[in-house]
């Protein structure tokens, strides 16, 4: 960071050198930009300014307009809060004097109230020079200030100069002229709030009514307006949390107790009910409590000896409907999100569902908990963790108005759609889930998707992938735990055309993923683009990287024309496309050796000749845009001298190469011609780390370059 | 009208001497004012008295009994015209006083029998009577009766200060007053220091109180059988006087818990209600049918001795009060039972009220709600209003606070009935107590979280309280509670997750974690200016705002310590100087006494003060126990005065703490180092700084540090918890930490720093629980991490990041100074690893929308 803060002192430098009549607004916007960034820019502007000029030495130009600049961000400065440090730490190692200082203030041309803002702020300073400067000329300042009273705008200063009068020595007599001049120029109106423990002392005498002034005659229907706003405030939910269980025990008591709070409002009773669910268990012995209120209160009704464990619900919804018999529940339900909400347990969701289901008989209004994310993030996640795991009877989700259609050939598989409840077909929830999860609450959403994870994944992965969001983290999170196994299991390719219709980002985010983390998975991933019928967009959209070698997979299948595609793509992206060929054909011999290890037995050597045969397409098709230049800048193709000499280098490699294959035909010779594992594996970690962004394609091309100059054999082989 | 009622036995009893003394027109047109009076046919009584004020133009005892006479026709609407004229009557019988001196003696007589008579509603019945006896004599006795006047008109309206200050002029020269006027001067006196908790002070006045009236209920008899001896004697006159007594009693007593409650200490209820029982039992007379005769009965008994037994009572009532205030609960306790013992026919309810304070002072709150409702009159809506607020402060005490809220917002309501009742008395404004129950609300709703409409509370309870510190240190915790809750306009709040925003595209993507706190107090300040405000105008809550309300808080401290570093100079020298000083000290000190307790009582236990309380009342009980007598009384009375002098000065030290660690805070939040530095060292500074305290300057001092580059000596602060340079102490004990979690002092906050520029990070404050000591150990180790890693010394800073993450796994100040110092390091991969674990990162919206087409 102090690199950074000397670029910027370099910087202000610079702009202050420049000033002139021509930029003067447009560099004090500048300056004031600087300044607003913290204490610390705030400082280095200062000084610089002052260094400029007033400790430089030598001629400064256009000074007046400097002056006038310095000016305007000085009193800017000035009436920040941390002014006395900005001063103080700008003035430090300067060698300031008292002349300086008064000297400084002149230039600034400010009025004795600023001033003495000025002295007083150097009395921060640690510097004991700098400190009794301050002081003695603040002490002119306010004598000055004396004898000519001038008018205070703000209560601030004021406080200001008593305070530091104060807590200087000696200055007993200026302090009795001040407050002397304040009481002369604050009695005709009454005394700011601010400073009434400042002046009380001098003028308590001349105001001797004080208490009957202030308090009975200018304010008495402010009282009655703090009154209102208590008792707006009051918390009927939490009062009946202290005073415990037995405040339902009967219908009466519990009539009185709610009708202190009348009018049961929508919000009131949300709150009233988010603490029954919490508190059904666990609260401490307040019978006593609860008795001596309603003595307290007055109450003449005996309380009953028994002592209650937990709520008495079905008093407590008598007495509501007794007293507010209009309550919109759903209303009430909206006004959960409110500090406080949490369910602790499942006990507690189903003493809170019930209560529900028996104050209103409607479904539950599912939109008050997963319409949109709640500021008690933590609250409605209690929530939803119980209610997606709620048996069906008593939260249900079936009625949400945005409903994933899973349309699932397999009927049989219905028993694996998870609970009852068909949580995980609530559009709304899972993208509740998902906005969660990026606030910092992934860790309790991973939780909860544990169930679906294990019973539904189709349904989770399907539902998932309508939801957006700003970084699709879970989504993510989803789509590589379950497409694996997905694409493991052939019977599942119907997901495979639902995914690609609901997200096609998603899954071919996933296809990637997939492949990088184990290729021989790309035989698979080209079998279901080709069962669902989606392999040609697959190829338009995947990055060149993954979309050549699936083309040269598929054109190894014999079911796509490799050689149309690469011509088509070259002529459209030209550079970018060839670069990416060419790390191919770089890349393909290990590519085809991964294949070896895994499955020894099977026809390596078939690979092999495809990719050869592959490799052949790919120059047969570059190479001719290689060879007319002056085709390729007419038609505006601009590939690369470099690159293409690459090529031409690779393409003599290949041929070296390939004779070399074929001849050894055995079929273990690949393991042991082959790459060795540790070279294939650093090559692959160059290839993933290109692929997940963290290695630039810049630096891979140069390290390719690199290695192959290497005259070391392993970087050859990598 | 508690003034009326006294008042009119007053005139009655004067009228008698004036007629007894001169045989002229005027006399007996005063004997007929005053028994119309008498018979509370006050609209006659004035027209006689006008008549009167015809032929002796500017009498001043004329107009003065003319002004209470009007006084008890329409009841006291306007005090200040009241006021006035008193002063006049004043000012004028000073100066016929001064011209002719000489007729006194005679005077001072009939003055003094009807003064005794008229004990109960003292003060009016002196004024009237002397404005009697003026009619035929002029003397200077006429001044103290109407000064005292004034000063019974300014306890009612809790001008406590004001009404100390005349009181005390008269005290000084108490000798020459007649015996009746001293005496209620003593008793107003008293009820005023006791109300403004100048124990020193009413210690004082008891003392002279049993030296110069002691001999009267001597003769009565010093112990309780003498007393009942006494009894049978006086039977007829004593139950009358007695029921009237009662009557003023059970309502003062009400007052006074309402006070206390209000104050939350029951102590101090308790001075407010003997004052107000003199009031408000003449109110209460008034109201009653049939007390006239009960007057005249008074009148007669009063004239004989009864006093003595009655005397006796309340001075002891007044000793319980004492004692009460000063917090010394056993010998209180002892002297409540003497006083119960004294024997009498009325209900007890002062006695129970001072009972239940008891109970609430030793922490027994169900027996104090019991005694408590035993007392209480619900009839009078001031005394429900003060019975409410009693019981808010007792639940404030069982941490019911929602509960306590609602009884206050009860009080408050029946108050403000009261207010809005026309005409006015004079004792409604006494029985107002909107200021302090208003100041209890904010209380609760500070402890509960509502910071706003606290502050609103104690800006309104300011208008009274202005110059206590605690309440200052109060409105400055609002706006700290408020900036952790990010109801201010600030650019960003300090938080306890990681804010991660994803900028640029493709390969220029980039994490960018959210620089906390940089940014606070930029946008607010500069539109913050407080213009001249009106001086019920609610001020914003901002930081600086917090700022100046802690200045404020600072400056009445140390406006307390100067002045009671002079007192203890000149104790010795003339009383007048140093009483009139240390009495407003004392003011002031008890209300912050009274705050504090609140804190502590919310703690639960009640801490240092009042443990060392205990041991000082061990101590004095055992002294005690010694000799039953006067004197040892006199001397716990005495000793628990002192000891109370030392609670106040610990409590003023402990809000002095707190204020100077959050003042430190705010100059940290608004970006202002060198103060807050200086705020730290003087709060380090501070003799018996708890250990807590000590910890949070520390960590301030050295962020501030950090703030100007100097992390060297930053390192040296928070090096002082490390021992053998790797290991850390625990900064402070559980038990510590435990004397302060009940308090709910919002000032430990975390002054949060950016990643970016990674200054200290103090500590995280989470809710309103303090942190655990090994937390506090691990944000030392936070710290140092930091200010290594500004001074370069990675190898350093990564051990001790490694040690904080440790210790707080999910911490997020750890997790950053661990990436941070991972990415100095340059080990991104880490970094990133680390912040993917925590759990609290939080990733936010921003305008990057993942292309996957590349």
Known sequence: MIPFFSVVGKHIRYLIHDLNDSNYDSLIHDFFQIADYGSKGSILLLQTFLDHLYFHGGDVQNKELKLDCLCTIFRYLLNRPNFSTVLCESLRDRNTTQEFIGALSKDLCLDVLEKIAVFIALSDSEDPGMKTAGKRLCIVQIEELCSSPSHFDSNEHIQKIIMYLSQTEGVAKLLDSFMQLLSLSQLKQKTPFMLAPLLSDDMHDTNSLRNLDLFYECSENDFDTILAELEKDMSMADTMKELGYNCTVDASHCREMLSLFLPLTEVTLARLLSTIARTHTGLDDVQNTYSTFCDAIGSDLSVDPTWLSSWNVDVLLDSIKHLAPDTNWVHVMENMDHEGFYIPSREAFSVFMSFYASACGELFPLHSICGSVWKNTEGQLSFLRYAVSAPAEIFTFAHTSRKLVYDDNIHDQKLAHGPENQAWFCLDLLDILCQLAEMGHASSVRLMLEYPLKHCPEVLLVGIAHITTAFNLLQYEVVSTILPMVIRDGSRSGVILQLWHANRNLLLRGFMDIHSSDPENLNRILSLCLDSKIFPPVLDTTPFSFSIKLAALASGKEQWNLEKWLSDNLSTYKDTFFEECLKFLKDTPSGVSQDVPASPFQNSGAVRNVSSEISSIFFKVILPFQCSPVLQSQAGQNISRQLFEEMKRLHVASMHVDPRLQNGGAPDSSTSDGYPDDIEAEANSYFHQMFSGQLTIETMVDSLGHFKESTENRCHLV | MDLRDSSIDGVEEDVGVGSGGEMSVTSTLGKEASLLFQSRKYSESLDVLNQLLHKKKDDPKVLHNVLVAQYFRDGCSDPRMVLEVLNKVKKRSEDLARASGEQVETLSNHVSSAISGSKGSSTTVNQLSASDTSTVYIDEYDASVAT??????????????????????????????????????????????????????????????????????????????????????????IPSNSSTLDVSTPDSSQNAPEDSLVRTLSDEALDY?????????GASLVKTPGLASTNDLLKTALNQSFSALDLKLKVQLYKVRLLNLTRNVLAAKRELKLAMNIPRSGDSSLALFLKSQLEYARGSHRKAIKLLMNSRNRTESGMLSMFNNDLGCIYHQLKKHHTAALFFSKALKISSELRSEKPRKLSTFSQDKSPIIVYNCGLQYLICGRPIIAARCFQKAGLLFYNRPLLWLRIAECCLLALEKGFLELTSV???????????????????????????GHSDTTKNSDGLLDGDDQQKLSIPFARQCLLNALHILSSYERKSLKVGEDESSSLKEDESSSLKEDESSHMSLEDSNHRNMSVGDSKASNMTLECSQASVNGDAKDAKGVASLNATIASSVSVYDDICRTENLMIKQAALADLAYVELTLENPLKALSAAKSLLELQDCSRLYIFLGHMYAAEALCCLNRPKEAAEYLSNYIFDGISADFPYSEEDREKWTGEKVVDERTSGDSVAVMSEPVEDYQGTVLLKPAEARGIVFVNLAASFGMQGDLEQAKTYATKALSLMPINRRAILSAVYVDLLLGNSQDALTKLKRCSRIRFLNSAVTFDNSS
């Open chain 2, 148 to 237: 005292l006047n004034i000063a019974v008109v300014l306890f009612h309206l809790q001008e406590y200060a004001n009404a100390l200050s005349i009181l005390e002029q008269l005290y000084q020269n108490i000798e020459p007053i007649d015996e009746t006027i001293a005496l209620y001067i003593c008793l107003l006196l008293l009820d005023v220091a006791l109300a403004s908790h100048d124990a020193r002070r009413a210690a004082h006045v008891l003392q002279y109180l049993e030296k110069s009236f002691g001999v009267c209920y001597g003769e009565n008899g010093n112990t309780a059988q003498l007393h009942h001896s006494h009894q049978p004697v006086k039977t007829s006159p």
């Open chain 2, 494 to 520: 300090p938080c306890k997750e990681v804010r991660a925003h994803v900028v640029g595209k493709g390969k220029w993507r980039q994490l960018v974690l959210e620089d906390g706190e940089s940014r606070i």
């Open chain 2, 273 to 281: 209600e003997l004052f107000p029982t003199l009031e408000i039992g």
